[in-house]
C-alpha cells in the first residue's frame, strides 16, 4: 500500500503529477464526449472555472507558476496503448466495444487545448474555448489540480509524522464511515469524487478501502483510471452540460423548451440498459417530467443531484406511476453532496420503493474537515461548467437556485421556457 504521508511530504510533482492521464478522468465524461463528437463536433464552447465558495481565494493560496506547470503537464498527456486498449475491448456495463472506433482514433490523437489563465479579486480566472469535444475534457482535470494543489499549500510546512498522523486520523474517519455502510442490506455505492478529490493517490485509498469495506456493495468507480488500474467497473451516465449546451444551440423558446429531450433522444440512439438514465433537475425536475415524452418513462432510472433529494425520488415515484410504471423496477441514484447520515436515512425510506443506489463524492474523497488548524482543508463548491456555445450564454436553473448560473435575463427566460416558480435553496457546500 502506498505510503500516502511520505510521498506528501517528498513531493515531486514529476513523480506524482496531479493528472497522470487522459482517463484520470469521470467516466460520464467520455461517454459523453462520444455522443458530442457525433452529433455536434463543430460546436464552439467555453468552459470556465466558477468558485461559489468565494471566501476561498484560491489565488491567494495557490502559486500561479505551480499551477501553469499542472495545466501544461496535463495538455502533454495523450492515451497509453494499454488505456487504449482497455477503452476499446473492456466490456462497460455488460457492453463491449462501448467507444466506437472512429472515436477511438480521433481521442488517441487527441492533445487538450490552450487555456487562458489570469487573476481577478483574488480568484483564478480559467477558461477553455475550442471544439466541444476537446474543451469538455478540460473540466475534471481543472477541477482536481485546483482542489489537489490547494491541499498542498496548506500542507506544504508539515513534518512528515504530523503528516503520517493527518492521514491517519483522515482514514480512521473513512473507515467507521464504511463500517457503517456495509451494515446496510442491500447498499449499493459507487465513489463519484474525482472532481473534488483531496488527491489522486487519496482516491485511489479510498476506492481500496471500499472494495474491502464493503465487498460487493461497491459497485465501482466513475474514475477511469482507478477503474482500470483496479479491475473494477467504471460508473457514469451523462451531465447538465447537454440540456445546457443544447440549450444555447436553441433558436427559438419552442426550440428550447424541446432540447433537453433532444439530447436524451441522441443519447438513446447510442446506449440502452443501465445508461438510459435521466438526469431531470437541469431546467427543474417538475417541469422536466411533467413535459416528458412518452418513451422516456420506460428508462431504467433518475439520479437526484439538486434540491431536497427525498422530495425528489418522490416526484420520480409519482411520475413513473402516473405513466403506468412500476417505481420499484426503476433505479434512483442518489448523488448530490451526500455523507454517511443521509445515505443511512435515504436508503431506509426508499429501499423497497425503488432501486436505490448511492454515487458518493466529495465526502468520500475529500473528508479531511476539522483536521488542520482552520479547518484549511475542509472541501469547497469549484465547479468547470460550459458558460457559452457558439457565442450564446449557457443557463442552469437546478432545483436548488442557489447553483443557478447564467445571465440574469437569460435565466429569467429559462425559468419562463420550463415553467418554473419558487424554488427552496439549500446550502451549497460541496
Same mark, same amino acid.
Given at each position: ?115 487562458? /489563465?489570469?487573476? =481577478? #479579486? $483574488?480568484?483564478?480566472?480559467?477558461? &477553455? ?7 469538455? +475534457? !478540460? ?41 457503517? /455502510?456495509?451494515? =446496510? #442490506? $442491500?447498499?449499493?455505492?459507487?465513489? &463519484? ?7 489522486? +493517490? !487519496? ?228
Amino acid at each position: 500500500m502506498v505510503d500516502i504521508a511520505t510521498r506528501v511530504h517528498n513531493h515531486n510533482w514529476k513523480i506524482d503529477p496531479i493528472v497522470r492521464s487522459l482517463i484520470d478522468d469521470d467516466f460520464y465524461k467520455l461517454l459523453m464526449c462520444q455522443s458530442v463528437f457525433r452529433n455536434k463536433p463543430e460546436t464552439t464552447v467555453t468552459f470556465s472555472l466558477i468558485n461559489r465558495s468565494s471566501k476561498v481565494r484560491l489565488a491567494e493560496i495557490i502559486d500561479e507558476g505551480e499551477l501553469r506547470e499542472q495545466l501544461d503537464h496535463v495538455r502533454s498527456l495523450s492515451l497509453s496503448r494499454g488505456e487504449s486498449t482497455w477503452l476499446r475491448g473492456n466490456t462497460f456495463y455488460g457492453k463491449r466495444q462501448m467507444f466506437r472506433p472512429d472515436f477511438m482514433e480521433w481521442f488517441e490523437g487527441l492533445r487538450l487545448p490552450d487555456y487562458h /489563465l489570469e487573476k =481577478i #479579486d $483574488g480568484q483564478y480566472e480559467l477558461t &477553455f474555448e475550442g471544439k466541444w469535444p476537446e474543451v469538455m +475534457l !478540460w473540466e475534471i482535470p481543472a477541477l482536481a489540480v485546483l482542489m489537489e494543489l490547494r491541499g498542498r499549500a496548506v500542507l506544504k510546512d508539515m513534518g512528515k509524522f504530523e503528516l503520517q498522523v493527518l492521514y491517519a486520523r483522515a482514514m480512521t474517519r473513512l473507515w467507521e464511515k464504511i463500517e457503517r /455502510l456495509r451494515r =446496510i #442490506d $442491500g447498499l449499493r455505492i459507487a465513489d &463519484f469524487g474525482t472532481r473534488r478529490r483531496h488527491s489522486f +493517490l !487519496w482516491q485511489d485509498w479510498c476506492v481500496q478501502a471500499m472494495q474491502e469495506g464493503l465487498g460487493a456493495k461497491f459497485t465501482g468507480t466513475s474514475n477511469c483510471r482507478i477503474a482500470m488500474k483496479r479491475d473494477i467497473e467504471a460508473i457514469g451516465t451523462n451531465a447538465h452540460e447537454l440540456p445546457m449546451v443544447y440549450s444555447a444551440l436553441a433558436n427559438s423558446d419552442a426550440e428550447l423548451a424541446a432540447a433537453p429531450y433532444q439530447v436524451l433522444a441522441d443519447w438513446h440512439e447510442e446506449h440502452e440498459g443501465n445508461l438510459r438514465i435521466i438526469l431531470p433537475d437541469t431546467y427543474g425536475t417538475e417541469g422536466f417530467l411533467r413535459n416528458a415524452p412518452d418513451w422516456l418513462a420506460s428508462w431504467t432510472g433518475i439520479r437526484i443531484d439538486s434540491g431536497d433529494p427525498a422530495a425528489g425520488a418522490e416526484t420520480a415515484i409519482r411520475w413513473w406511476t402516473e405513466r403506468g410504471e412500476d417505481p420499484r423496477q426503476k433505479l434512483v441514484i442518489f448523488s448530490d453532496g451526500l455523507d454517511v447520515e443521509q445515505i443511512e436515512a435515504l436508503h431506509a425510506r426508499f429501499s423497497g420503493r425503488v432501486k436505490v443506489s448511492f454515487g458518493w463524492g466529495t465526502l468520500l474523497t475529500n473528508d479531511f474537515r476539522g483536521l488542520v488548524p482552520s479547518d484549511g482543508l475542509a472541501p469547497f463548491s469549484l465547479v468547470c461548467k460550459a458558460v457559452s456555445a457558439n457565442g450564446r450564454p449557457t443557463v442552469k436553473l437546478s432545483d436548488n437556485p442557489l447553483k443557478a448560473m447564467g445571465p440574469a435575463e437569460e435565466i429569467a427566460r429559462y425559468k419562463r421556457v420550463f415553467g418554473v416558480g419558487a424554488q427552496a435553496a439549500r446550502e451549497v457546500q460541496v
